[in-house]
């Protein structure tokens, strides 16, 4: 009788521990955070050009639109006012070349407002957006980086519109939360630029003009 139920413990242990690692692999991990978009801005390989763009939104809260989305403070936010999708566009002039996106979203802080499903569009105008990107993020923390690079040239794309269409909210909620969003565009490297760095001892004692 004793054997019968230690066999029976075992078992129950067994079923226990399967399930806990069934739930485990379930559960899809975290989406880890980019890097600080101003180290790639001082790399000198990109620069920031949303300010040469006219920005919209699908709808807002009073107090927290636009400019709270491109204060360069991660405090602040904007926050939707309507149904979805949530929609953020960058109109550019003239045709512009992108190379990414950069979102900052803080789901510690904004949980249920925190994007999980993001579509990125590109057009001449809001009647001939493609999507080109969709992402699905889990509780991110941090900057999230979007390539625009044309996965056939490889090249970045050229655009006179991008449209971020927040798709789902976590915990099937229904506005959003945004706290910065950066656009990147390539710098072009110059002909002087493309000389190699002189670091003998003979350059360095003639370096400066007398």
Not at 108 to 132: A, C, M, W
Request: a positive charge; aromatic letters at 10%; one cysteine or more.
């Amino acid at each position: 009788m004793r054997k019968w139920i230690n066999i029976n413990l075992v078992f129950a242990e067994m079923v226990i521990l399967v399930f806990f690692c069934d739930q485990r692999m379930a559960t899809p991990s975290k989406t880890p955070p980019g890097a600080d978009p101003k180290q790639l801005e001082r790399t000198g390989t990109v620069r920031e050009i949303g300010s040469q763009a006219v920005w919209s939104l699908s709808s807002c809260k009073p107090g927290f639109g636009v400019d709270q989305l491109r204060d360069d403070n991660l405090e602040t936010y904007w926050q939707s006012d309507g149904s979805q999708p949530h929609l953020v566009n960058i109109q550019f002039r003239r045709r512009t070349t992108v190379k990414m996106l950069c979102i900052y979203a803080d789901y510690k802080s904004d949980e249920s407002y925190t994007p999980s499903k993001i579509s990125v569009r590109v057009g001449n105008n809001f009647h001939n957006l493609q999507e080109i990107r969709q992402l699905e993020m889990v509780e991110p923390s941090g900057w999230i980086h979007i390539s625009l690079m044309n996965q056939r040239t490889n090249e970045p794309i050229s655009t006179f519109m991008i449209q971020i269409a927040v798709l789902a909210n976590h915990q099937n909620g229904r506005d959003t939360h945004m706290r910065q969003i950066k656009v990147y565009t390539p710098v072009e490297e110059s002909s002087i630029g493309k000389f190699p760095r002189c670091t003998t001892v003979d350059f360095m004692m003639y370096r400066t003009i007398r």
